[in-house]
C-alpha cells in the first residue's frame, strides 16, 4: 500500500509508517493533511487515478536545517572570488494514514520510549558508573579509602607550610 503526494513542489512515494523530510511547513498542530494526491496503489497491481478523493496524513516528527552546501562563484584571472553557504529548513513528517475510496490504512503505533536508570543495584556504594572500552562490561569507580601514611604526609605537609 502506497501513495504519491505532491507537497513543496516536489512528489514523494510514501507508505504508512515512513518519515520524509521535506520542504517547511507552516507551524500546525503537529498534523499534516496532504489533499494533493496523485495516484494510490491498494495492492500490487491496481492504481487508482489522481482526484479519487484519497487523503494521506501525517505527524511531524521535528523540523530543523540541513546540511550547509557552499556556494562558489570563481572567474579566473579577474581576482574573482565568492563563497556563499546555505542551510535549507525541512519538516520531518511521519505518514500515518492513507485514506480512500472509504478505505482507510494506518501506520502501527510506535512505542513509547523509557527512561533509564544510570545507579545500578550492585554498586550501591559506588560514586560513579563509567563505560569501559570492553563490550558489556562496565568500569566503576568506588569512594576511595585513604592510606593511613599518605593521609598523615600530606597533614604534616599541610601545617608546616602555615
Do not use: C
Amino acid at each position: 500500500m502506497y501513495a504519491v503526494i505532491r507537497a513543496g513542489g516536489k512528489q514523494y512515494r510514501v507508505a504508512p509508517g515512513d518519515v520524509i523530510r521535506m520542504e517547511k511547513q507552516a507551524d500546525t498542530d503537529g498534523r499534516v493533511q496532504f489533499s494533493d494526491v496523485l495516484a494510490v496503489s491498494a495492492d500490487a497491481g491496481s492504481v487508482l487515478p489522481p482526484g479519487a478523493g484519497a487523503s494521506v496524513t501525517g505527524e511531524v516528527v521535528e523540523q530543523g536545517r540541513g546540511e550547509k552546501v557552499l556556494v562558489f562563484h570563481y572567474k579566473r584571472k579577474k581576482q574573482y572570488k565568492k563563497l556563499r553557504g546555505h542551510r535549507q529548513d525541512y519538516t520531518a513528517v511521519r505518514i500515518t494514514e492513507i485514506a480512500f475510496d472509504g478505505q482507510s490504512f494506518k501506520a502501527p503505533e510506535l512505542p513509547k520510549k523509557e527512561k533509564k536508570v544510570k545507579a545500578h543495584a550492585e554498586h550501591e556504594g559506588a560514586a560513579e558508573v563509567k563505560t569501559s572500552k570492553r563490550p558489556g562490561k562496565k568500569a566503576v569507580k568506588h569512594p576511595a579509602h585513604p592510606h593511613p601514611k599518605k593521609a598523615a604526609a600530606k597533614t604534616k605537609a599541610g601545617k608546616k607550610r602555615k
